[in-house]
């Protein structure tokens, strides 16, 4: 499944017209993550596949390296995103004038590094660049580069939500987050898709060179936002 916002089956079909949209990310009736909005979670027990994990293991590499080369300073340069955004309510997907951002480095190996506006505040962008450690893939990471843990499964309960891995390609994963409604089910409030540069003659190998944001306001998928950003150069 491409990329291309326009044609994200989660964000344009799926928000959509919930009851035609195709299964998102199947691999196989006992491994998939499926991510849809508008749709009661479906608890089950199921690990991560072998063609997932092999995929994830070059993935976390890949963001491990990335990371180590942040925190070494090794990006000097600025980097050009171009956006895109649509809202609930609006029929157009909205493009947004590319955004200049440079890299600001922790200062210490457990603190997510962000991306900051080269004027000031990004706005309408995603600020935290993922790594092997942070955000949604630390637990998949340290099972598959350094065996800690059990094997990570399709859905995990993390607090009161449930998070939802879809590794969709050799270079890609979606997350998504389901948290608890009134009924007592769980339902599709975030969501979070990422593709990496897994080139490791790249100087950018491990960097997150598309992704999205979406964010549900309703449990039924019908009220939305989306934030969509594609690096497109560095200066």
Do not use: W
């Not at 009851?19 to 690990?47: F, H, M, P, W």
């Amino acid at each position: 499944m491409s990329f291309n916002l326009l044609k994200y089956c989660l964000v344009i079909l799926g928000l959509f017209s919930l009851a035609g949209c195709e299964d998102y990310g199947k691999e196989g009736e006992s491994d998939r993550g499926i991510i849809r909005a508008g749709q009661a979670l479906e608890i089950v027990n199921t690990e991560l596949g072998d063609n997932s994990l092999n995929r994830m293991t070059r993935i976390c590499e890949a963001l491990e390296e990335h990371h180590d080369n942040i925190l070494r300073n090794v990006f000097s340069e600025d980097f050009i995103f171009s956006r895109r955004q649509k809202v609930y309510g609006d029929p157009n997907t909205r493009d947004i004038t590319n955004l200049g951002v440079y890299i600001e480095a922790p200062n210490d190996y457990d603190s997510t590094p962000v991306f900051k506006g080269t004027r000031g505040t990004a706005k309408n962008f995603i600020t935290d660049i993922p790594t092997e450690n942070n955000l949604y893939l630390a637990k998949i990471c340290d099972y598959t580069l350094n065996n800690v843990g059990t094997k990570p499964k399709v859905q995990e309960k993390v607090g009161g939500n449930y998070h939802v891995f879809n590794v969709f390609s050799d270079d890609g994963v979606a997350v998504g987050i389901y948290t608890k409604n009134s009924n007592g089910n769980y339902y599709l409030y975030r969501s979070y898709e990422y593709r990496f540069d897994i080139n490791k003659n790249s100087r950018y190998y491990g960097m997150a060179i598309e992704q999205s944001e979406i964010f549900i306001r309703d449990y039924r998928g019908s009220d939305y936002s989306v934030l969509y950003q594609k690096f497109e150069r560095a200066d």
